[in-house]
């Protein structure tokens, strides 16, 4: 079971980046999938989730107040990813991004039983 996380760089103030998660062994659709980020010196933050497609928790998402109305979570299921679409982002978004997968999303605590290998993003003029 891996999961890859990928599409972090260099991007401008109030510019864009995707992150894509691709999961490796299992079928993300059966697993709720998040977000998390760390920067150096500052505590890992969950920035989003999306529930399973488990038909009774189907479509559900969460995001971080700081993320809010910036950042899109969303599956391919044809080809088991998860992206987060990142748009207007600022300097203090700068972070290593890990997608990581639960039953369940981890509001709060950020404990996942699966874990990718951070994609570093970097905004900066």
């Known amino acids: 079971v891996q999961l890859q996380a990928s599409g972090g760089g260099l991007v401008q103030p109030g510019g864009s980046l995707r992150l894509s998660c691709e999961g490796s062994?299992?079928?993300?659709?059966?697993?709720?999938v998040g977000w998390v980020r760390q920067a150096p010196g500052k505590e890992r933050e969950g920035v989003s989730c999306i529930s399973s497609e488990d038909p009774n928790d189907e479509g559900v998402v969460y995001y971080a107040n700081s993320v809010k109305d910036r950042f899109t979570i969303s599956r391919d299921s044809a080809k088991n990813l998860v992206y987060l679409q990142m748009d207007s982002l600022k300097p203090e978004d700068a972070a290593v991004y890990f997608c990581a997968a639960d039953s369940f999303c981890s509001i709060g605590t950020n404990e996942y039983d699966y874990w990718g290998q951070g994609t570093k993003v970097t905004v900066s003029s």
């Open positions: 062994g299992l079928i993300l659709d059966d697993y709720a």
